[in-house]
Nanobody, 124 residues
Framework: QVELVESGGGLVQAGGSLRLSCSAS????????MGWFRQAPGKGREWVAC?????????FADSVKGRFTILKEDRYVSTVFLQMNSLKPEDTAMYYC????????????????WGQGTQVTVSP
């Protein structure tokens, strides 16, 4: 049984930092790309970042480029982190991690496995 569990969300002031974690278990292979998405109230699910299965390919949405980074604990999918710096109130959302086979994509419906989400709230 595949399980993705996010943690690390919370309340932070603008300009602060948070580090989200996604712990993955039960994936049938090791070569999964891991993505982060977010969804604010009343808005659609937005792609934030993705790291390829080998860990070398990393992609970021323009809205977070230069502020967020994504990294894997090791080559094999176990734990993926989203380091968020210089947070802004517009970063407030529920953050989800997701997994898909092999390569990164930006569309949420191309990811097969999802976590339950962790809330990030950035106060002005």
């Amino acid at each position: 049984q595949v399980e993705l569990v996010e943690s690390g969300g919370g309340l932070v002031q603008a300009g602060g930092s948070l580090r989200l974690s996604c712990s993955a278990s039960g994936l049938p292979d090791y070569d999964y790309a891991m993505g982060w998405f977010r969804q604010a109230p009343g808005k659609g699910r937005e792609w934030v970042a993705c790291i390829g299965w080998a860990g070398s390919a990393r992609y970021f949405a323009d809205s977070v480029k230069g502020r967020f980074t994504i990294l894997k604990e090791d080559r094999y999918v176990s734990t993926v982190f989203l380091q968020m710096n210089s947070l802004k109130p517009e970063d407030t959302a529920m953050y989800y991690c997701a997994a898909r086979k092999s390569y990164c994509r930006k569309a949420w419906d191309e990811f097969n496995y999802w976590g339950q989400g962790t809330q990030v709230t950035v106060s002005p």
